[in-house]
Each structure stands twice: as C-alpha cells, then as structure tokens.
C-alpha cells in the first residue's frame, strides 16, 4: 500500500512486517525515530511475540543482539555516527561469530567537531568488520532492502547493515508502497536458527583461537562475503517477481550504455547526479550513473563491467580517509585496473552540506574537459583553509582548528552584511 511516511517510520514499519523476536537498542539521532516506531508498537502489542529491550548504551544494544542471535531469536537493532564507534567491538564480534543479526544504520558524520547531520563516515568505519553494507538510494528501497536483508542474513548466518542517509531519508516524508505481513511471509520464512543455547545441550561460542587457525578462521569470513555475491542479485531478483518492484541486487546503472563519464556514488545522493546527468544529456553529453547498492561484499565484477566503456569515472563519496583520499574510490580503482578510463574521486556532502545539482554539473564539465584533479573537494572554501593555514605557521599551539573557522564564517557573513 502506498502511504506518505517519514523514512523512519517506513522502516519501523517494515522492520516488524518482518517479525522481529527481540529488539534492542539505545537512541541516537537521526535513527531515533526508527527504535521509538518500534517500541511503540511493541508496548501497544502489534508486534509480538517480540521483547524490546531498553538498554543504557549502543555497546549493551550490540552485546544484546548477540546474546538473543545465539539464543535463537531473530535480533535487530539500529544506530548511528558515534553509537556505532561505541558498539564497535561487539559489531566485530557479531560478524565473527556469524550471527545474522540485521541492523540500520542512519548514517551520520563523526565527530569531532561534533556535528549531527548526515555522510558515510560511521559506515566506512566498520567496512572491514564482516558485515554486509547495503546502501539505499530512497526511503523505498530502504524498505525493501531489510526485508531482503532479514532473508540475507539467514540464508548466510552473517549479520546485515542497511545505511539509509541521516535526516536525508530518516527525517524525509514520501510515498513508500509497504508491503502487506502476507506478502512479507512469503518471502521471508519463519526464522529456524542453525542452533540455539540450550542447557541440556552446552556448546562454546566465541571459542579462543591461536595462530594455528586464526587464518583460515577469517578466510572463511571472506568465503561468506563472496558467497553473498551470489545471493544478493538472486534475493533480489525474488522480490522484484513477489512485489513488481525492481529493489537492491549489486549495482544499480542509469544511462551508462553509451557513456563516455560515468559517475559513481553511494546513497541518496544518486537523485541529485541523476537530475545532473539528465540535464546534461540534454545538452549532449554522454554521461551516466552508476549506484553501488552493495558496498560489502564490494561487487568488483559487476562494476568492471558497468565502467568497461567509460573513458573517465568520476567517484562520489561522502567521507574520505584522511591523507590518502576516497574509499569507495580505492575499491572503484580496483575494478579499473588495467583500463584506460581516467579516474577522479571527489569529495562531497560532509557533515551535511548540501549538493547542489548545479556544483555537480559544472564538477561534471570540467572532468569533461579534463580540467579536474585527481582529488577534488566539492565546494570546499579555499579562503578559510588559506586563513588558517597561515594562522597555524605563525602560532605555534595544539588543540582544535574548528572553533577559529567558525569565527571566519561569521566573520564573513558580517562583511557581507
């Protein structure tokens, strides 16, 4: 049924279409929203059989999940930005011991400075932990994609992270077509754990392992990962028979066909360089899309083969690893090698700055013209940077820069004024 939701609630929604038996987790903005939906629903006893656990931090929401994965339960929780640092070593330890627990992540920037809005910082934080990373464009593909990654989850015993935009999608209202419980049902079966605790029945979990398996032991982690490859276009491929709808897989091309520049990017943002790229189809160029759905396991077959006929890529992202450049460009780089196409990361949408249709075509237009660099920050202020830098050489003192630029905003819209 198509409704006008916020994005959050059209997860919560979703979430418990897909019959969660525990739920556990500590609030954060901007995934807040999301954890109250379902709580509410549990207390009012719409969701049930389900135990919504309230605990007193992101650590405890992660450690919990674990404990009622390995008990048997079909587990999920939510988080952001600086919760998912906090849980940190209990994420590591979910995908360590194969649990399939799902969880959203409402991306969000991390600190310091502090700073509340959206960008992929926290979900590059934990890329390597063993998690699968499933970016929704819309706040209807973030529904559909936890449908999908609940029947991810268990097909592969490996814990799922669908990453929807902070405020961007959680706090967005747009028509979402929610699935109805039948049809969820049919598609995602009743959960039958691969084993559950049982005091008649000891086993360990989370055994010690030395360096005479330790290897083999990660090496099986990675087998899971690519093995996921494999399920995620075939899941997908079920859900769009069941539903009519086209929904995650690995990539998602637009007008790449005859692109001479194709642009790649994760997350909502891919609206914005889609409307780019129609404008500039008008104009004559030919250029193209291309959307990572599934960050982890990075797809770097299907992406050679989206990016064989481009002569130049351009890689979008929303965070970046201090003194070397892009992440998703790293990985992007890989599917290139060996090609001729020229490759440009550019830097955008930090801490919540907007991208404008406008700065990316004209970032568009001059990698056309061969123009760009290498490493580009979109609409970086070069004033402010030369500002500080220049204070930095003549003041020799530690701490924080932020508070000074601060004060060079202000005092720039004072002189505008």
Not at 73 to 97: C, D, H, K, P, W
Not at 319 to 342: E, N, P, Q, Y
Request: charged share 20%; hydrophobic share 45%.
């Amino acid at each position: 049924m198509l409704r006008q939701l916020e994005g959050s609630k059209a997860i919560a929604e979703t979430v418990a279409l897909c019959r969660p038996e525990v739920v556990c987790a500590y609030p954060i903005s901007p995934q807040t929203h999301i954890i109250e939906a379902i709580g509410v629903k549990v207390k009012e006893g719409s969701l049930a059989p389900c135990e919504y656990i309230n605990v007193e931090s992101e650590f405890a929401a992660m450690s919990v999940s674990i404990g009622a994965s390995a008990a048997g339960a079909r587990a999920y929780t939510a988080t952001a930005s600086q919760g998912l640092l906090f849980m940190i070593e209990a994420v590591y330890n979910a995908a360590g011991l194969g649990l399939p627990i799902v969880m959203t992540l409402a991306n969000r920037a991390i600190g310091a400075p502090i700073n509340i809005w959206n960008d992929h910082s926290d979900a590059m934080a934990v890329r390597d932990s063993g998690w699968i990373q499933l970016f929704a464009e819309t706040n209807q593909e973030a529904a559909d994609l936890h449908v999908q990654a609940f029947r991810l989850a268990e097909e592969l015993s490996v814990p799922v992270m669908v990453c929807m935009d902070g405020f961007i999608l959680t706090h967005a209202v747009e028509g979402v077509d929610l699935m109805d419980q039948a049809t969820v049902d049919r598609f995602l079966p009743a959960y039958e754990p691969r084993q559950v605790l049982d005091p008649e029945d000891p086993v360990s979990i989370g055994a010690m392992v030395g360096p005479e398996a330790f290897e083999e032991v990660r090496y099986l982690a990675h087998l899971r990962q690519l093995d996921a490859l494999d399920y995620i276009p075939v899941i997908a491929e079920e859900f769009t028979a069941l539903t009519g709808r086209p929904s995650g897989g690995l990539i998602h091309p637009y007008r790449t066909e005859d692109a001479d520049t194709i642009v790649v990017a994760l997350g909502s943002v891919l609206g914005t360089i889609k409307d780019a790229v129609d404008h500039l189809r008008d104009n004559g160029e030919r250029v193209g899309v291309l959307g990572i759905t599934s960050f982890r396991p990075f797809p770097i077959e299907a992406v050679r083969s989206a990016l064989a006929n481009a002569s130049r890529v351009i890689v979008v992202e929303k965070a970046f690893s201090l003194g070397m450049g892009g992440v998703l460009a790293t990985d992007v780089s890989m599917a290139t090698l060996g090609s001729s196409a020229v490759l440009n990361t550019v830097i955008a949408g930090l801490g919540g700055r907007p991208i404008a249709q406008h700065s990316i075509e004209a970032m568009i237009a001059r990698a056309i013209r061969g123009e760009l660099e290498s490493l580009t920050f979109l609409d970086l202020d070069e004033g402010i940077i030369e500002r500080e830098r220049a204070r930095m050489a003549r003041t020799r003192r530690s701490g924080p820069f932020a508070e000074n630029v601060l004060r060079d905003l202000r005092q720039n819209r004072e002189d505008r004024s």
